[in-house]
T-cell receptor, first 109, second 110 residues
Framework: GIQVEQSPPDLILQEGANSTLRCNFS?????LQWFHQNPWGQLINLFY???GTKQNGRLSATTVATERYSLLYISSSQTTDSGVYFC???????????FGKGNQVVVIP | NAGVTQTPKFQVLKTGQSMTLQCAQD?????MSWYRQDPGMGLRLIHY???????DQGEVPNGYNVSRSTTEDFPLRLLSAAPSQTSVYFC?????????FGSGTRLTVV
């Protein structure tokens, strides 16, 4: 099946710092999702980004489908950005999502 | 507008017991799915449904059963609980491009 790898697995940021999270995937896909899981376990869909760049406040994401990777940028990080960021791609059509193992981000004040 | 509602939030089962995890959505989404989350493993798809009366298996379906009699409800049944099914379970509904997750059920099988 399709492999999804995320790096770095763990990241500690000082509040106000910027960071980049990476998601590599092994096969061609026609879309990609980014999710954030907060420290209380709630999962939020951040981006649906098949290609190009999208922005949502201090977060932005870029997918380069031809090179099989996506990047999530966090600018001016805040403590509320802490949690785990997952990328996920569809396989066997669009009805199954394969998740990476996540990027654990801790933002310290 | 509640989104996706999962019950219960916590459950402890003995090996061999059965139970049903409930999931309901009020967004009229056709697509619903169940995932389990284990430490260091990310989320893995158990079963999914693309509409009432239509279900299919995901990556880790063994030991679980689903049905979709209405658009709103997608229950997950554990037929005979095993310690390997100790996990956090998430239900999701989707438009195909946007996913909404429930708050999760933490299940422990002893």
């Amino acid at each position: 099946g399709i492999q999804v790898e995320q790096s770095p697995p763990d990241l500690i940021l000082q509040e106000g710092a910027n960071s980049t999270l990476r998601c590599n995937f092994s096969d061609s896909v026609n879309n990609l999702q980014w999710f954030h899981q907060n420290p209380w376990g709630q999962l939020i869909n951040l981006f649906y980004i098949p290609s190009g760049t999208k922005q949502n406040g201090r977060l932005s994401a870029t997918t380069v489908a031809t090179e099989r990777y996506s990047l999530l940028y966090i600018s001016s990080s805040q403590t509320t950005d802490s949690g785990v960021y997952f990328c996920a791609v569809p396989y066997y059509g669009n009805n199954r999502l394969a998740f990476g193992k996540g990027n654990q981000v801790v933002v310290i004040p | 507008n509640a989104g996706v509602t999962q019950t219960p939030k916590f459950q402890v089962l003995k090996t061999g017991q059965s139970m049903t995890l409930q999931c309901a959505q009020d967004m009229n989404h056709e697509y619903m799915s169940w995932y389990r989350q284990d430490p260091g493993m990310g989320l893995r798809l158990i079963h999914y449904s693309v509409g009432a009366g239509i279900t299919d298996q995901g990556e880790v379906p063994n030991g679980y059963n689903v049905s979709r009699s209405t658009t709103e409800d997608f229950p997950l049944r554990l037929l005979s609980a095993a310690p390997s099914q100790t996990s956090v379970y998430f239900c999701a509904s989707s438009t195909g491009t946007s996913y909404t997750f429930g708050s999760g059920t933490r299940l422990t099988v002893v």
